[in-house]
């Protein structure tokens, strides 16, 4: 967990105590505007997903954009509880509650918001129709279907079928769609050279063969315009077929995009970085920051540097070796002139989601300046 040492807003992003993650307000609404065009051209509206990003202030910018579902999706019934300030009246929960006090939990929330539940496995029904007491009202089901290679969902349109009927035979569900999650583009281009210009990666595009599985799936059980299909995998929208039967795609880290997603959507611009601060320096040609493994969350991998034109030595610093603690970086012989020990630099990780589950607060910025922080919603709360 975080301790936070408070400081004054008004003071220059550079002045903030390290590590910090800060977020560029200004910047977000461009990426929100961005976004929720792309999805137009691909006539699907967006679905905020505030798990990845945990502030209430970013939900409710994404809420008020153009082309969104007044509704939200969370990871968890803890989440569903931390959000109800923000009055949206449909939620989808994405992880299936299988234990007798999350049911519990559930009941009590149906009474005030209309919840769906993303259901993977026939046994989660059986669960959910055991578990739950009686309600005022139904749950909605939508049933994940695997379109791809994604280790969970629905495997075949037999066990589809089988559980379309039961949702059907049950007093307590109500059947409204259809979601899957498409795997990740990964033909990446118009890399942001403020981040890396290294050379493009191309891999094969499969996301046409996915969306013809996922109409597969859909015509067995006779899809209308009266159920929802809901698509996981943000990154993806620039591939997305412009005519399509989905109805909704579930974003969230487009607002503060990391490096995969800022590969994956060259459109959008970096709006979130950590701010790190060099504590020491080598004689040769290797410096270490403040942060490391504990602040990014690096399973995806470490963190880039963002390349400030205003501060020319980050053009030339790279990302070798972390610890729990701190970061190594390198940078070419001959530049260690450049270099101050207390300089600070902003890294941008390679998840968002994973780097953020290691703060309890944002420091929002407005040109360049420090405006004050915003919780992290929901911090630490996992069921």
């Known amino acids: 967990m975080e301790k936070l040492l408070y400081q004054s807003p008004g003071i220059k992003k550079y002045d903030l105590d390290t590590p910090a993650l800060m977020v560029d307000i200004d910047l977000v609404d461009k990426n929100i505007h961005t976004y929720h065009g792309i999805a137009a051209t691909k006539h699907v509206s967006v679905l905020p997903y505030p798990s990845i990003h945990g502030s209430l202030a970013i939900t409710k910018r994404q809420l008020n954009a153009v082309n969104v579902l007044p509704s939200i999706c969370c990871n968890s019934i803890s989440e569903i509880e931390a ?143 009266y159920l929802s299909i809901v698509v996981f995998g943000e990154n993806n929208i620039n591939t997305l077929p412009d005519t399509n039967i ?69 053009g030339y610093l790279n990302p070798e070796k972390f610890s729990a603690e701190h970061g190594c970086l390198s940078f070419p012989a001959g530049n260690a002139a450049d270099i101050e020990i207390k300089s600070k630099i902003e890294l941008i990780p390679q998840s968002m989601e994973l780097c953020i589950n290691q703060f309890d607060f944002m420091r929002f910025i407005t040109n360049g300046i420090f405006t004050g922080y915003m919780p992290i919603v929901n911090r630490g709360q996992f069921s």
């Open 83 to 225: 959000f109800q300030s923000l009055n949206v009246s449909n939620v989808i929960l994405k992880n299936t509650p299988v234990t007798p006090s999350q049911a519990k939990r559930l009941s009590v929330l149906t009474k005030i918001i209309n919840i769906s539940i993303v259901v993977t496995h026939q046994r989660h029904l059986e669960i959910l129709e055991e578990s739950l007491g009686e309600l005022t009202t139904s749950v909605g089901i939508l049933l994940h279907v695997n379109c791809g290679d994604m280790i969970s969902g629905i495997q075949n349109k037999e066990q589809l079928k089988s559980m379309v009927d039961t949702i059907k035979n049950s007093k307590k569900f109500d059947f409204i769609g259809l979601s899957t999650e498409f795997s990740e583009y990964k033909t990446y281009t118009g890399i942001n050279p403020l981040i890396d210009a290294s050379a493009t990666i191309n891999e094969p595009n499969d996301i046409e063969i996915q969306y013809m599985r996922l109409l597969e799936f859909a015509s067995s059980v006779q899809v209308s315009e």
């Open 246 to 314: 989905i109805t909704a795609i579930v974003a969230g880290c487009y607002t503060i995009p990391d490096i995969n997603t800022l590969k994956s959507i060259p459109q959008l611009i970096i709006s979130a970085s950590v701010l790190s601060q060099i504590i020491s320096k080598a004689p040769s040609n290797y410096i270490v920051i403040d942060s490391g493994h504990k602040t990014y969350g690096t399973d995806l991998g470490l963190p880039t540097i963002y390349r400030d034109p205003s501060r020319p030595f980050t």
